[in-house]
């Protein structure tokens, strides 16, 4: 095969039809040039970047989450993270600073997951709001309240601690925003408060730790507390 170089003031149609004499006498004709434009690679590889970027991040956050759940938070390194991901602490510092912003950013990505799981429940069903909020709390019940003691030791949990607890408050407005419609502006007010403090991961903590009620039991307490609320008063 015999490779031609072109001038580049050459374009396409004034390739097509014509000989070239490429030297000992020997003719080219009816060749094929085939163009490549090195731009149109670029998006993709971009693309690729970015998304490799974001498994890497992603990586770096369950690491991290994965640790903090198994040690207390002064024990938690960024060497020890960078170690369990895969990267290097560099890589780490790069993307989320310090120790104390990473784990921010831990529970910032899974407050947003524990946000999904939590919104399957359904609206004005009090036993089935309670059922979410069990499966909830029995997975993430201890992890929240380890989170909630971190956050004297890290003050940047606070507005992600803060975060949450808006985010219950929401919660318990849209699940039993039916029960909420009646009564004066201080009646719904005080009775949202009393479905915040039933649902709460601490009235949890009481029943199924301190107490040692078994998960129906607890369910039943729950749903013996919040009954009452529902009735138009």
Request: hydrophobic share 40%; with cysteine; charged share 25%.
């Amino acid at each position: 095969m015999r490779f031609v170089w072109l001038p580049c003031s050459m374009t396409i149609a004034d390739l097509r039809g014509c000989r070239m004499r490429i030297g000992g006498g020997l003719w080219l004709s009816n060749f094929r040039v085939t163009m490549t434009d090195m731009k149109s690679t670029r998006p993709y590889r971009m693309e690729a970047r970015a998304e490799s970027a974001e498994l890497t991040g992603q990586r770096i956050l369950q690491a991290a989450v994965d640790i903090f759940w198994e040690r207390p938070s002064a024990e938690m390194s960024l060497e020890a993270v960078a170690d369990r991901a895969g990267v290097s602490t560099r890589t780490i510092i790069r993307r989320f600073g310090t120790k104390e912003q990473l784990v921010a950013a831990c529970a910032q990505w899974a407050s947003s997951r524990v946000e999904q799981q939590r919104d399957q429940a359904p609206v004005g069903d009090v036993l089935g709001s309670v059922t979410v909020l069990m499966d909830h709390y029995e997975e993430y019940g201890d992890r929240v309240l380890r989170l909630l003691a971190a956050e004297v030791e890290m003050p940047t949990l606070s507005a992600t601690v803060d975060g949450g607890r808006q985010l219950h408050v929401a919660w318990c407005r849209r699940v039993f925003g039916p029960y909420l419609t009646h009564g004066s502006s201080a009646d719904r007010r005080r009775r949202l408060a009393q479905f915040v403090a039933v649902c709460d991961v601490y009235t949890w903590k009481l029943l199924r730790r301190d107490c040692g009620l078994s998960r129906p039991q607890t369910e039943r307490a729950l749903v013996e507390m919040l009954t009452p609320l529902t009735k138009e008063q």
